[in-house]
């Protein structure tokens, strides 16, 4: 089972390898659902790649965000001198993308990125089938569904193990794009979910922010029997510090040593075992802060604190209320036991405190020592790469070292050897004496001794032979990792152009009865009853693949229709993705990312696409929100409403819904397929006074992105 760490940039990355890691995921500059990460430009990502591989790690390049078509021209640019470097992979959200990267980087691994919201066997079978090598699987799941994803699919399957966790599912989070135009599927988002919110029913509190997701032992082994690829750390803003621990902390637990690391005291807000077990649900969220609030150090009593754990002077603390408001900050610059100064405490001492008023609990949110202690291990650590050696000396014939991994050997052959005169070496001295590695990036693992025990070989023989060995490969292993591209076959983005020689219709899609029956009652034609945004493994007797609007890739797969049309939330916004989903036998409409503006969206063909004109989209898909309440507030006024749907997930809307009716002629004139009215809030009585406004072109006009788009 492989580590998959994150690194915002270099440094990170080399804590990560220096952790443990076995492969590391990195996003380019302007690119990836990070872009507020720091990222790396071509050059510093080419000396990344060199690095890592030197140290036998693996680099995956994040392009999972939903692209424009002018991204996908500059693509070939960026992506070709990386991929000729040897990049390893590349983790996609876009289907579009995808088959771009396909057709001109034949031999560039792709997975599929969790914002792809792959939650069943049969959707990880189809982008098996399609070219993906490895899907990172929806951090919804529990163990018992991912392991039946296991046992009925071929592909690579990876599973995040730990970091922040997003409340709505990954690639159906629109809410930071609908409020502010910052979007989660273009690597933009502005964390709403982490901010204060009260219910209509003034409960109050972080109740869309959960606890950072963290598994132990025990739930990793069982992901290790169950024979799932990779394991993922999330990560990429966070510290260098965080990422070495973290990774750490799983590398000790796959190579059976006792966990030594304590990622909980670098960065805190509560941990959870995510969706692992379905039966903690209940315990995913934390409601009484967002940030890093870090752990309790003792019991407040009044100007005492009795520990219960270990402070240094530079320890970070935080002075908190009843209510775990943070009243005060600061940095231990004195620690009195019994009125006399000292530099530490212990676990059980009572140390004098002099806290601000209201203080209920006192938390530590800086561990100097283990930051220190990592710092000092990050500087003198040496991330190394595991070969094997093999190592050959017989009279009357050239002495040679050969250093091997992956299938590459470098050899180093000096000079023909005589017979020892005194006492030869014995194997074991030449295992020790080959096995220092010394400064270099390599630790030998293996080695084959291959002598005859009579050839004179003296100590400086064999030191001069590793080092040239040493050098040899360091010099000459990265140019095996390069490739060669070809750039006379650019396959670029083409779209076939098409007449649309019929009308734009209009369609409408309900979730009950009532409303389907409201529908037929204005002679509308087209009626889709929309189904869930996420097919689980475990819901998949629930959903209907007799719909004719494909909310998720497995209704889309298993439809049993001629024609079904493809839903907004597939979130296509780009030429190849538009003309992916037309190949598909059994797609008709293709429904475009409500994310994007009338001036972009203009510039496609769009023959067969259909465009959203009214309804309350959906801004959150959320798997199990325990809330009891029809809305939330949060503290700039944004009003959220909260409905359950069939499965009991929770959706999320805007109070008001987009609604650019008046504008339905304009988007005809653009030659759309069709375009659609989305019912879920809406009573009988507010469904009829919509669809009369269709003749009017009379109400509130509310076109969310659809004139300055998203970032």
């Known amino acids: 089972m492989r580590i998959i760490a994150p690194a915002g940039d270099i440094e990170r990355m080399k804590a990560a390898i220096k952790g443990g890691a076995n492969e590391v995921y990195l996003g380019l500059k302007g690119f990836g659902a990070r872009r507020s990460a720091i990222n790396f430009t071509i050059s510093e990502l080419k000396d990344a790649i060199d690095y890592a591989h030197l140290r036998g790690v693996k680099v995956l390049l994040t392009l999972n965000t939903i692209m424009k078509d002018s991204e996908l021209d500059s693509l070939y640019m960026n992506l070709s001198t990386l991929y000729e470097h040897g990049l390893d992979a590349v983790i996609v959200q876009d289907l579009g993308v995808f088959r771009y990267l396909k057709d001109n980087f034949k031999e560039l691994e792709i997975h599929g990125s969790t914002q792809m919201t792959i939650a069943n066997h049969v959707e990880a079978n189809y982008l098996y089938n399609l070219g993906f090598k490895r899907v ?25 193990v730990s970091g922040a966790l997003c409340i709505s599912y990954s690639g159906n989070c629109y809410i930071s794009s609908f409020i502010g135009s910052r979007s989660g599927n273009r690597g933009m988002c502005a964390q709403v979910c982490r901010k204060k919110y ?44 965080y990422v070495y621990e973290m990774v750490g902390k799983y590398s000790d637990i796959l190579i059976g040593k006792d966990e030594s690391h304590h990622p909980e005291k670098i960065f805190n807000r509560g941990y959870s075992k995510g969706y692992f077990y379905k039966s903690d649900s209940d315990k995913l969220m934390n409601s009484q802060y967002a940030s890093n609030y870090g752990y309790s150090i003792g019991d407040v009593r009044g100007r005492i604190l009795k520990l219960n754990t270990r402070v240094i002077l530079g320890d970070g603390i935080a002075y908190l209320d009843k209510d775990m408001n943070i009243l005060k900050g600061e940095y231990l610059n004195q620690i009195i036991i019994m009125g006399k100064k000292v530099k530490e405490a212990k676990r059980l001492d009572l140390i004098s405190i002099y806290p601000p008023k209201g203080t209920k609990f006192i938390y530590k949110t800086f561990d100097k ?56 070496l014995d194997n074991e001295t030449i295992f020790e004496k080959l096995g220092e590695m010394g400064n270099s990036t390599l630790k030998l693992s293996t080695l084959d001794i291959q002598y005859d025990g ?24 990265l140019d095996t990792t390069r490739r060669t591209l070809d750039t006379d076959e650019i396959i670029g983005v083409t779209p076939t152009i098409s007449e649309n020689d019929y009308k734009t219709t209009v369609a409408v899609s ?15 034609k087209k009626i889709y009853y929309r189904g869930p945004e996420v097919a689980k493994e475990s819901n998949l007797d629930k959903i209907d693949t007799k719909s004719r609007l494909a909310s998720n890739l497995y209704q889309l797969i298993q439809n049993e229709n001629d024609t079904v049309s493809v839903d907004y939330n597939f979130n296509i916004a780009n030429s190849r993705s538009i003309e992916e989903f037309a190949k598909m036998k059994n797609v008709g409409v293709i429904y475009l990312s409500p994310e994007f503006d009338l001036d972009y969206l203009s510039t496609l063909e769009l023959s067969k696409c259909g465009m959203m004109v009214y309804g309350h989209l959906t801004g959150m898909y959320i798997e199990n929100l325990n809330v009891e309440a029809d809305s939330l507030i949060n503290e700039n006024g944004d009003n959220l409403k909260l409905h359950t749907n069939k499965l009991g997930n929770t959706q999320i809307f805007l109070e008001k819904p987009m609604n650019i009716i008046s504008r339905i002629d304009k988007l005809k004139d653009l030659g759309l397929a069709e375009v659609r009215l989305d019912f879920v809030l809406e009573s009988a009585f507010e469904m009829r006074k919509i669809l009369e406004s269709i003749k009017t072109g009379i109400g509130e006009y509310v076109p969310y992105n659809l ?5």
């Open 198 to 241: 009260t219910t209509n029913k003034k409960e109050s509190g972080y109740l869309l922010s959960p606890k950072d997701q963290m598994l132990d032992k025990v739930e990793i082994e069982k992901l290790k029997n169950a024979g799932i690829n990779a394991i993922k750390i999330e990560g990429r803003m966070k510290s260098p510090n």
């Open 136 to 160: 990172v699987l929806a951090r919804e799941l529990s163990f018992e569904e991912i392991k039946t994803i296991r046992k009925k699919t071929k592909v690579e399957l990876e599973v995040f």
């Open 707 to 711: 004139h300055k788009g998203v970032f």
């Open 510 to 524: 309900v979730i009950n009865k009532e409303q389907f029956k409201v529908a037929k009652e204005f002679g509308i």
């Open 369 to 424: 020592a283990l930051n220190d202690s990592i710092e000092s291990t990050l500087k003198t650590a040496k991330g190394r790469m595991s070969v094997g050696g093999k190592f050959f000396a017989h009279v009357g014939e050239p002495i040679k070292f050969d250093l091997y991994v992956n299938g590459i050997t470098l050899s180093v052959v000096g000079d023909i050897l005589e017979e020892a005169k005194k006492r030869p």
């Open 454 to 477: 009579k050839a004179f070989v003296s100590l400086k023989t064999l030191k001069d032979i590793k080092r040239q060995a040493i050098e040899k490969f360091e010099n000459e292993y």
